[in-house]
C-alpha cells in the first residue's frame, strides 16, 4: 500500500513540474507571436535537456491573397533558445523574424522546408528543396550566443547530384565535390574535389542573422 501511494505521489510530482516547465517555455514567448514548434536536446554538454522554439509573427498586415484568390499567412518565424539550469531556463538567443514565412511564395516550385535537428550538441537548421537539393547550417554553443561552425549544401537535378558544398568555419576549410558524370543518366555520380581556404574575420552568430535566405555562403 505504501509503495503504492509512493508511486502515485511520484507521479503526481512528476507531472506537476513539467505543467510548471511547460508554462516557464511558453512564458519566454513574447507578446504578438505564437508557438510554431519546438525541439529538445542536450546544447550545452551538460546532460540536461535544452529548448529551442520556433516562434511566428502574427500581424494581420502579413496576411495576403496569393495569385490563386487564397488567403495565406506571410509573417515570418523566429528562433528563441533556452538552456535548461535544473530549475529555470535562460533564454541565450532570441531572433524573431531570422526565418521566412512557411507560406512564401515558392515561385515555379513549392518553397524550402525549414526543419530543425539537436544532434551531438549541435543545433542544425536545416532548408529542404526537394529534387533541387538542400543547404544545411550547424551551430555550436558559445557561451552567450550560437556560432555557425559548418554550411552543407547539396544543388541537385531531380535524382543526380550536381555538386556539394562543405565548409568547416573551425578549420576554415571549404570543399566543393563537381559531379562531372551529372549529365549520364542512370551512371554513378563522379565527384571531382576542389579544397580551399576560408576568410573568416569573426564568428557567425545565430543572433545577429537577419535573414537566413540572405545568408550569401558563396562568398566564402
Known amino acids: 500500500m505504501k509503495l503504492n501511494l509512493l508511486f502515485v505521489s511520484l507521479i503526481i510530482l512528476s507531472s506537476s513540474f513539467c505543467k510548471a516547465q511547460n508554462k516557464e517555455i511558453s512564458q519566454n514567448i513574447p507578446e504578438g507571436y505564437v508557438l510554431f514548434s519546438e525541439y529538445y536536446g542536450d546544447l550545452n554538454n551538460d546532460g540536461l535537456e535544452d529548448c529551442v522554439l520556433v516562434v511566428k509573427d502574427t500581424r494581420n498586415v502579413n496576411i495576403v491573397t496569393n495569385k490563386y484568390n487564397d488567403d495565406v499567412d506571410r509573417n515570418r518565424r523566429g528562433i528563441i533558445i533556452l538552456l535548461n539550469k535544473e530549475f529555470v531556463y535562460e533564454v541565450i538567443v532570441e531572433n524573431l523574424d531570422c526565418f521566412s514565412s512557411e507560406n512564401e511564395n515558392g515561385g515555379v516550385y513549392f518553397p524550402p522546408q525549414l526543419s530543425f535537428n539537436i544532434s551531438n550538441q549541435k543545433l542544425e537548421i536545416h532548408y529542404s528543396h526537394g529534387r533541387y537539393g538542400y543547404w544545411k547550417y550547424i551551430f555550436e554553443y558559445d557561451k552567450y ?37 551529372e549529365n549520364l543518366e542512370g551512371e554513378v555520380e563522379v565527384f571531382k574535389e576542389s579544397w580551399s581556404t576560408i576568410n573568416l ?10 535573414d537566413f535566405q540572405e545568408l550569401d555562403m558563396s562568398m566564402f
Not at 574575420?201 to 537577419?210: A, F, H, T, V
Open 201 to 210: 574575420d569573426r564568428p557567425i552568430k545565430l543572433s545577429e542573422i537577419k
Open 145 to 181: 550566443d550560437f556560432n555557425l561552425i559548418g554550411y552543407e549544401s547539396s544543388a541537385n537535378s531531380g535524382p543526380v547530384v550536381n555538386y556539394k558544398t562543405s565548409i568547416n568555419f573551425l578549420t576554415q576549410k571549404k570543399l566543393i565535390s563537381e559531379n562531372t558524370n
